[in-house]
């Protein structure tokens, strides 16, 4: 079969013949109904060697994976050939206190562990099959599997984020920010339209990406100067009560500082690494500053029923498996308009 791989430290990924797996004991072939590209596989094939979260090659990208159940490995029951199925990607020990959980992003144990996930470390869903442990499927039932497959992560993601600071967001009046509207931006907006009465501000530095937003209900503000005000104003000057920034680099962080209402929370979720000089005096009071990580199996159970209910509806760009390569030129070049699921 063919597969998109990642085969060296900061080596464009190619795309090449590899054997079908074989569902190990506890594990499932899934045929792969979509595979997502997302940035982060940007960053694990251009880290350099001992670059921290650097995931060591070789194997076949693709964390964010939906697809049927083909066959089934030894000991495998409850589920049956031609089930979809969403990819819960991370995979810890499975016996510590955050595996018990369904967090296996922060397993206490990863250190020990051969890979982090699917498509991390471990092949992944850039291939016409994929196997998986039993434990990873999120059922689908009746949903489009192939839409649904940037559920897995671009949804995850900023579910579990958004879902951490709703005690910020309860109430009316509450003003939420969301930098970056990519895969993970568009679906946030989308969750906080759903989940809180709050009014979403959200700011990216492509037009048609901010129009997108508008669409689910943003109220969208342009980078560049005077930008921070113009966030301050919205909020009748009081600030954001959460913001989230899915770009990382240190002028949006500095942007979402500087609008941050007291008693608010800033989540980092975009990995481009900048930094943040935090002081007592320049600090609104009890505000908090954080990161996060992917989710949890649970939050993907509910980001599942939010997709099923409508309420979440990711806008995709279909690639073949023969064109998923283009598909992570274009993601490099900022040139998607909706998030790239490679579609085998
Ligand atoms: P993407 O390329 O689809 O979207 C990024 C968006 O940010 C684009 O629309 C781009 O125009 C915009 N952007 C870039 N620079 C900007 C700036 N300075 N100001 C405003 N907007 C800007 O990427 P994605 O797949 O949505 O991922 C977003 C980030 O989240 C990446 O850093 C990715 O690695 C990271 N990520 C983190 C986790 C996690 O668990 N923490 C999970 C998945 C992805
Ligand atoms: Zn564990």
Redesign the pocket.
């Known amino acids: 079969m063919r597969a998109i791989v990642f085969e060296d430290w900061q080596k464009f990924p190619i795309l090449k013949d590899v054997e079908v797996p074989t569902p190990g004991p506890g594990e499932v072939l899934l045929k792969v109904a979509g595979a997502g590209a997302?940035?982060?596989d940007v960053?694990i094939y251009n880290f350099e060697k001992d670059t921290r979260g650097a995931v060591p090659p070789s194997f076949t990208l693709g964390h964010e994976n939906s697809g049927w159940v083909e066959e089934l490995g030894d000991g495998v029951t409850g589920v049956r050939p031609g089930d979809a199925c969403l990819v819960y990607g991370p995979i810890g020990c499975g016996r510590c206190k955050a595996c018990s959980r369904g967090q296996d992003t922060y397993c206490e144990n990863a250190a020990s562990m051969p890979y982090l996930g699917v498509g991390l470390g471990r092949d992944g869903g850039m291939a016409e099959y994929v196997t998986v442990p039993v434990r990873n499927l999120v059922p689908l039932g009746d949903a489009d599997p192939i839409a649904a497959a940037p559920l897995a992560?671009?949804g995850l993601?900023p579910y579990h984020a958004i879902k951490q600071a709703l005690p910020h967001l309860n109430g009316g009046g509450k003003y939420a920010l969301v930098?970056?509207?990519?895969?993970?931006?568009q679906i946030a907006v989308q969750i906080l339209k759903a989940l809180t009465g709050a009014t979403v501000i959200a700011?990216?530095?492509?037009e048609e990406?901010m129009r997108t937003a508008e669409a689910a209900g943003a109220i969208t503000v342009p980078?560049g100067d005077g930008q921070a005000e113009r966030i301050r104003e919205l909020t009748g000057g009081r600030g954001v009560d959460a913001a989230f920034d899915?770009?990382?680099?240190a002028?949006?962080i500095k942007t979402a500082a500087a609008v941050m209402a007291r008693q608010s929370k800033l989540t980092i979720?975009?990995?481009?690494g900048g930094s943040y000089e935090w002081s007592f005096f320049t600090t609104p009071y009890e505000s908090q500053l954080t990161n996060?990580?992917?989710g949890t199996i649970e939050d993907l159970h509910e980001v599942v029923d939010m997709y099923k209910a409508g309420q979440i509806t990711p806008e995709i760009e279909r690639f073949s498996l023969d064109d998923g390569l283009e598909a992570y030129r274009r993601?490099e070049a900022?040139q998607?308009s909706g998030r790239a699921v490679i579609v085998p």
Do not use: E, M, N, Q
């Open positions: 997302c940035h982060s960053a992560d671009a993601t930098i970056g509207l990519g895969g993970l931006g700011t990216d530095t492509k990406a980078g899915f770009v990382g680099v002028p949006t979720v975009g990995i481009a996060t990580y992917w993601l900022g998607l």
